[in-house]
């Protein structure tokens, strides 16, 4: 009988690995693609796209002229901008707004909620022409970094407020917030240095997951920014794909260029990403 359950149990564990092996294969296998290809010519890369250097073997000048064709430095420096800004002010707003739907149970607070969950069912295709033709034709407020960094923070802030409602509701005694009211905090010092910082897992989470799409979105900013010296990095990173040709070897070097900041990010963050997801989702 405990023969069998060994048995049992290994082929359990030898499935379970080959699962977790194949899947793992699948993700990577396009990262791979791209790094391996980064520092291959272009001619290599269309005929001998899985060998290890082709025929004139592996170079580094994809990078250079990346790096000056894209003026690296200043698409950069405005994805920078554009995404930290943007995470910031969704943590910041969404926190607040939750604290408030938790700690004051007010009818009009309860409709604001529910409107900001439905509004999480509408897809942004849906609202994109109209609200490109307001801004653009009646304002006239396109190309500015703003303007993209308001869009983002409407469009964002309602999944943030989702999981912020459940982590407080859940996971942020209100003795707490009663004790320091007792010793003389106010309600905005109470929430920033009583309730804010208990908020960590799903900041944290949140800002991983915001950071990584803002940073690889390119639908909204190719339709905000049309100004070459507003580009952000996905859209620079399509001026080397044409209709007619494409430089392979520029564009592979321009997304590895384009991913390390964000596996950065994720690297030091990783740890809170599962403690986030379930306290911001499971109610104690």
Request: hydrophobic share 55%; net charge positive.
């Amino acid at each position: 009988m405990e023969g069998q359950e060994k048995t049992v149990r290994g082929i359990k564990t030898f499935l379970k690995t080959l699962v977790t092996v194949v899947l793992f294969i699948i993700y990577m296998f396009p990262f791979y693609m791209i790094v391996l290809n980064a520092f291959k010519h272009k001619r290599d890369i269309i005929k001998m796209p899985l060998s290890w250097g082709g025929k004139k073997g592996f170079t580094t000048d994809n990078f250079v002229d990346a790096f000056q064709q894209m003026n690296f430095m200043n698409i950069l420096k405005n994805s920078l901008i554009i995404t930290c800004v943007s995470v910031f002010l969704i943590i910041l707003f969404s926190s607040m707004a939750a604290y408030i739907f938790v700690r004051k149970a007010w009818k009009i607070n309860q409709i604001i909620f529910m409107v900001m969950l439905f509004s999480m069912v509408i897809p942004f295709q849906v609202v994109m022409i109209p609200l490109i033709s307001i801004y653009g034709g009646t304002f006239g407020i396109l190309n500015h970094r703003a303007t993209l960094i308001f869009m983002h923070l409407g469009f964002s802030v309602s999944m943030a407020v989702f999981m912020f409602h459940g982590f407080i509701k859940g996971g942020v005694p209100i003795s707490l917030e009663e004790a320091a009211q007792i010793d003389g905090a106010g309600r905005l010092r109470t929430f920033f240095q009583i309730v804010f910082p208990l908020l960590k897992p799903t900041t944290a989470t949140l800002v991983i997951l915001y950071a990584l799409s803002l940073w690889n979105d390119y639908l909204l900013p190719s339709l905000i920014l049309t100004d070459k010296s507003l580009y952000t990095i996905p859209i620079a990173t399509k001026l080397f794909q044409g209709t007619y040709s494409n430089d392979m070897d520029l564009l592979m070097a321009a997304l590895v260029m384009a991913i390390i900041p964000v596996i950065i990010l994720y690297v030091a963050l990783q740890k809170y990403i599962i403690a986030g997801v379930v306290a911001g989702a499971v109610k104690s």
